[in-house]
């Protein structure tokens, strides 16, 4: 037996005798302070690669170019995500889940100081490119370290009535992390000289991101430390396993679970970054302190939808919920490029509509479909499927809804998004099917 099994083994019999016991409402505290932490840096990262690094790293392209070079970048946290996964369930199954958590959140805080303090191309020429990428990457590989389980804990023990409910918690930090960071980037430029925010306006929420960090990362180990926490994970078979294995055994149901979630993660972008770049560039009625707060408010509606997907997911199925709201954003797709060219009214709608529709499916889009892994790699199962639908439904996202718009039109934004319905009800479909084979074959061993 490993150094590291043991000291498990000795939690768990410490813990068994605890007369404290880790209850849902805890578990769920932990999940939206850590995940509100996570998208707050995530979306201080996004708003400033559409409003801001175009002219302070890439002033020698034009502004359009600049931004999709930007976009470029913003891409690699994404790409590098599943390796952070990989990286750092090694570390959590050689030294434990507080030291993972510790080097995760740690790596993550100080790539974000890093871009705080890091001169623009007119101080560094291309080094500042390629220092912004090295540490965008490494964010990446930072935030897929940050899984500690929270989630998938806080569903297991979860009421079975109230499990989308529960589900909808930590969700609840991207809105709430967008609302924040928004409303920092509206204050600076509605309160400074454009030439201000460029030149160090800009630089305060990296910093304040940073300053989360530190905090959430105390708040998730007071909880992730716990022998009565590490009790739970035992009892729960919450314990990573490698992914190559994941991948031989549960391959399909990975991919299964990312594709589930693409009508709600091609939204997810569709309506927080690419639309700033959209009004940066091309004619608008809209100031960037507006919009942001235009944005603001839709957050505050993503929030609702995130708390009502809750109550209806536990009334029809987090399933048939996804497949709902799958429709519905087809629907949204056929009239939102006819509403984002439609001036400020127009601009306004779709951001409300798109927040309202991203709360509703995005309340249930992570972890609906972890059952198909089982206990063994439910854990290792529910990190890498999310990883990998980020990377396939997001992380190209801004990229690609810019450039397509630009050079077609931004109808082609809504044959985006439909695309992303297609392949979330084509998945809930795949993932009926195997269901009912399975159900067939138990009845026909019986």
Same mark, same amino acid.
């Given at each position: 037996?490993?150094?590291?099994?043991?000291?498990?083994?000795?939690?768990? #019999?410490?813990?068994?005798?605890?007369?404290?016991d880790?209850?849902?409402?805890?578990?769920?505290v932990?999940?939206?302070?850590?995940?509100?932490?996570?998208?707050f840096?995530?979306?201080?990262?996004?708003?400033?690669?559409?409003?801001?690094?175009?002219?302070?790293?890439? *002033?020698?392209? *034009?502004?359009?170019?600049?931004?999709?070079?930007?976009?470029?970048?913003?891409?690699?946290?994404?790409?590098?995500? *599943?390796?952070?996964? /990989?990286?750092?369930?090694?570390?959590?199954?050689?030294?434990?889940?507080?030291?993972?958590? @510790?080097?995760a959140?740690?790596?993550?805080?100080?790539?974000?100081?890093? &871009?705080?303090?890091?001169?623009?191309?007119?101080?560094?020429? /291309?080094?500042?490119?390629?220092?912004?990428?090295?540490?965008?990457?490494v964010?990446?590989?930072?935030?897929?370290?940050?899984?500690?389980?929270? *989630?998938? $804990?806080?569903?297991l023990?979860?009421?079975?009535?109230?499990?989308?409910?529960?589900? /909808?918690?930590?969700?609840l930090?991207?809105?709430?992390?967008?609302?924040?960071?928004?409303?920092?980037? !509206?204050?600076?430029?509605?309160?400074?000289?454009?030439?201000?925010?460029?030149?160090?306006?800009?630089?305060?929420?990296?910093?304040?991101?940073?300053?989360?960090?530190?905090?959430?990362?105390?708040?998730?180990?007071?909880?992730?430390?716990?022998?009565?926490y590490?009790?739970? /994970? #035992?009892?729960?078979?919450?314990?990573p396993?490698?992914?190559?294995?994941l991948?031989?055994?549960?391959?399909?149901?990975?991919?299964?679970?990312?594709?589930?979630? $693409?009508?709600?993660?091609?939204?997810?972008?569709?309506?927080?970054?690419f639309?700033?770049s959209?009004?940066?560039?091309?004619?608008?009625?809209?100031?960037?302190?507006?919009?942001?707060?235009?944005?603001? &408010?839709?957050?505050?509606?993503?929030?609702?939808?995130?708390?009502?997907?809750?109550?209806? !997911? #536990?009334?029809? @199925?987090?399933?048939?919920?996804?497949?709902?709201?799958?429709?519905?954003?087809?629907?949204?797709?056929?009239?939102?490029?006819?509403?984002?060219g439609?001036?400020?009214?127009?601009q306004?709608?779709?951001i409300?509509?798109?927040?309202?529709?991203?709360?509703?499916?995005?309340g249930?889009?992570?972890?609906?479909?972890?059952?198909?892994?089982?206990?063994?790699?439910?854990?290792?199962?529910a990190?890498?499927?999310?990883? &990998?639908?980020?990377?396939?439904?997001?992380?190209?996202?801004?990229?690609?809804?810019?450039?397509?718009?630009?050079?077609?039109?931004?109808?082609?934004?809504?044959?985006?998004?439909?695309?992303?319905?297609l392949?979330?009800?084509?998945?809930?479909?795949?993932n009926?099917?195997?269901?009912?084979?399975?159900?067939?074959?138990?009845?026909?061993?019986?």
């Open positions: 037996m490993s150094a590291n099994s043991s000291s498990t083994s000795t939690i768990h #019999d410490h813990g068994a005798h605890s007369s404290h880790v209850a849902p409402g805890e578990i769920a932990g999940v939206v302070v850590g995940r509100t932490s996570e998208y840096d995530f979306f201080v990262y996004g708003i400033a690669s559409a409003l801001v690094f175009p002219s302070v790293f890439f *002033p020698f392209a *034009p502004r359009l170019d600049a931004t999709l070079y930007s976009f470029a970048v913003f891409a690699l946290a994404f790409i590098a995500r *599943p390796f952070g996964t /990989m990286l750092f369930l090694w570390i959590q199954r050689r030294w434990g889940r507080g030291t993972k958590l @510790t080097a959140l740690f790596l993550l805080g100080t790539c974000t100081a890093s &871009i705080a303090f890091l001169p623009g191309y007119a101080t560094l020429g /291309m080094t500042s490119v390629v220092l912004l990428s090295v540490f965008r990457f964010q990446g590989i930072a935030l897929g370290g940050s899984w500690d389980g929270l *989630p998938s $804990l806080l569903a023990n979860a009421p079975k009535k109230r499990r989308g409910w529960y589900a /909808m918690l930590g969700q930090g991207a809105p709430t992390g967008f609302i924040v960071a928004a409303g920092l980037f !509206a204050y600076l430029y509605a309160a400074l000289p454009i030439e201000d925010v460029l030149d160090w306006g800009w630089r305060y929420p990296f910093f304040a991101a940073f300053a989360i960090n530190v905090v959430a990362l105390f708040a998730r180990l007071r909880l992730v430390v716990t022998e009565e590490a009790r739970k /994970m #035992d009892e729960q078979e919450l314990e396993v490698r992914v190559v294995e991948l031989r055994v549960k391959g399909r149901y990975v991919a299964i679970a990312a594709f589930t979630a $693409l009508a709600s993660y091609a939204l997810f972008h569709l309506v927080t970054i639309p700033l959209w009004i940066q560039l091309f004619p608008s009625e809209q100031s960037v302190p507006r919009f942001l707060i235009v944005q603001i &408010i839709g957050a505050f509606f993503a929030a609702g939808g995130i708390v009502a997907s809750g109550f209806i !997911a #536990d009334r029809i @199925t987090r399933q048939r919920t996804l497949g709902a709201l799958a429709v519905a954003i087809a629907a949204y797709s056929g009239f939102a490029p006819t509403l984002l439609a001036g400020s009214v127009g306004d709608i779709y409300i509509a798109g927040f309202t529709l991203l709360g509703l499916s995005y249930q889009a992570a972890g609906a479909l972890n059952a198909n892994f089982g206990d063994r790699y439910r854990y290792t199962g990190a890498f499927s999310n990883d &990998i639908a980020w990377l396939i439904g997001a992380a190209f996202a801004p990229l690609v809804a810019l450039s397509l718009s630009a050079k077609f039109g931004l109808a082609y934004i809504g044959l985006y998004l439909l695309s992303g319905a392949a979330t009800l084509a998945a809930l479909g795949v009926r099917w195997l269901r009912l084979k399975r159900e067939a074959a138990r009845n026909a061993a019986k």
